[in-house]
């Protein structure tokens, strides 16, 4: 048995030896973060739908074997890139896909592609993700990383329920011993990480309502059915039914996000929708709102004489990160930027596809401030959000010390 004399020099030992990889890392970091950054910009320029990533997949496979990695592609797009010894290995994970929004940021890099953004700063993940691939080739080819890490780059993060599942399903944690990600926090300023222990985001699915009806005269509305006031009573009432079948503390939340019948003023549609998201903090009552939306909605819409059809996509669970993982990046983060930089943040309804690999192996999530210091908060999935780029190399500096550490590993295979 270990006394706690020799478990607690161990940690002192383990602690040290993070403390300088951390010292070798920062000065990595600005050998390659010009790199990373340029990749950024050119992804950023050329994004790419869901399981469209052909581009931004080959330009990465490019860069990592020229630095000695061995690259694997995954089916459609994607791919894995390997760094290390053979034995315990941990992952580390980048989303690849943009968004369907229209760029409004005006920067010299901004999307030549129309109506396609990295609104969610996918970009800055991916270049991350690389960036840290490129400091831990150089630590593996000095002797200085002690076990394998594969850099995981994942395709469709914004589809339901998540790319992660195919990305899964081909092996790619065969070996794997826990993961690690990152995700852009538009509210925290560049230079800073948010972190806890436990559900850091919330279960997230889509839910779409369509209503039928035989259509008519606005002027006779009792003959045709009234499927616009049938919609509205759907758009306003199914949010506060489910919030109140449901228990408060679990955080449920139904937003709309598009809502549409009709063409003209003076006739009665046949035909019309609502989509938006169902999310919820604790799966076990996310489990139970979702299965509540149909019975809800057919209540609803009887007195109106009209027929509702409800498509609900399952989505993902919440991301739940684990202790012992959320203390290595705590660690990491706090010897490579100073202790003020490490701020405790608090679980979001956003949701994230993170959250299965997590169902597998050990793992978490931080959270990469983006706002430039004193400037504007620009939110996600907006067009205009614009990444400070300074947070980038806080990105790769923190994954590739927590990559690096022994102390990231599960804790019955670290030294």
């Keep these: 048995m270990t006394s706690d004399t020799e478990a607690t020099s161990d940690a002192g030992s383990a602690t040290r030896r993070t403390e300088g990889l951390a010292v070798r890392v920062a000065d990595l970091v600005l050998a390659h973060e010009p790199t990373a950054r340029a990749v950024r910009r050119e992804i950023h320029a050329h994004p790419e739908l869901a399981h469209q990533e052909h581009r931004t997949t080959a330009r990465l496979a490019e860069v990592l074997t020229a630095a000695g990695a061995a690259v694997r592609l995954l089916p459609g797009t994607g791919l894995i890139a390997d760094i290390g010894p053979s034995g315990p290995m941990l992952a580390v994970r980048a989303d690849l896909d943009a968004l369907p929004v229209p760029e409004a940021t005006g920067l010299p890099y901004a999307s030549t592609v129309p109506g396609v953004a990295h609104a969610c700063g996918h970009d800055v993940h991916t270049a991350s993700v690389l960036g840290a691939g490129l400091v831990l080739a150089d630590l593996a080819r000095t002797g200085d990383l002690r076990h394998g890490v594969r850099l995981v780059f994942q395709p469709a993060e914004e589809v339901m329920p998540g790319g992660a599942l195919g990305v899964i399903g081909t092996g790619v944690l065969e070996g794997v011993s826990a993961i690690y990600s990152l995700h852009c926090d538009p509210t925290l300023d560049a230079g800073t990480v948010g ?74 549609p046949s035909a019309g929708y609502a989509a938006g998201t169902l999310r919820c903090m604790e ?87 983006t706002r430039t210091p004193g400037g504007t908060t620009f939110d996600l999935h907006r067009g205009d959000y614009a990444p400070d780029e300074a947070a980038l190399a806080v990105g790769i500096g923190v994954l590739a010390t927590t990559a690096a550490s022994e102390r990231a590993l599960p804790s019955g295979l670290s030294g």
């Design 195 to 268: 972190l806890k222990a436990g559900p850091i985001t919330s279960a997230s699915d889509h839910v779409t309502v369509r209503l039928h009806g035989t259509g008519g005269h606005t002027s006779r509305p009792h003959l045709a059915g009234d499927l616009v006031f049938a919609l509205g009573q759907v758009v306003t009432q199914l949010p506060a039914v489910i919030a109140r079948r449901v228990d408060p503390r679990a955080g449920v939340n139904l937003t709309w996000g598009a809502v549409h019948a009709g063409d003209v003023a003076n006739a009665v």
């Design 283 to 369: 799966t076990e009552a996310w489990q139970h709102a979702g299965e509540l939306v149909e019975s809800v909605v057919a209540d609803l819409v009887r007195p109106y004489s009209v027929r509702a059809e409800v498509d609900l996509v399952r989505g993902v669970p919440p991301v739940d990160n684990e202790v012992h993982s959320t203390a290595a990046l705590d660690e990491a983060a706090r010897i490579l930027l100073g202790t003020d930089a490490v701020l405790p943040t608090r679980q979001s309804l956003g949701g994230e596809d993170f959250a299965w690999y997590l169902h597998h192996v050990p793992g978490a999530m931080v959270r990469l401030g």
